[in-house]
């Protein structure tokens, strides 16, 4: 038992040393966003998310929503009013 223990060890360290290597630099463009100027998303952008760190997604985006699902986004003069 004491020596199928010490294999087991030994196997173990062999693998971790084994699995480390350097670390590879990935080279990929950075993607900047220009903020929105709309006015509605200004109001967001103050109100919500700088004040409270909140996201708010009035904009029909499909990731965001369950595929079996049957959605509409709001009308855009009442984004503001419902906020």
């Known amino acids: ?3 199928s223990s010490k294999f087991i060890f030994l196997m173990s ?3 971790v040393l084994s ?3 350097k670390a590879e630099e990935i080279d990929t463009d950075v ?3 220009t ?3 709309d006015p509605l998303d200004e109001y967001i952008r103050v109100n919500f998310t700088e004040k409270y ?3 708010v ?3 029909f985006v499909d ?3 369950d595929p079996t699902k049957r959605v509409t986004p709001p009308r855009k003069e009442v984004v503001e009013p419902m906020l």
Do not use: E
């Open 19 to 21: 699995a480390c290597y």
């Open 1 to 3: 038992m004491k020596n």
């Open 31 to 33: 993607i900047t966003v």
């Open 63 to 65: 990731r965001y929503v």
């Open 57 to 59: 997604r009035y904009r």
């Open 35 to 37: 903020p929105s100027t």
């Open 13 to 15: 360290i062999l693998l």
């Open 53 to 55: 760190d909140v996201a």
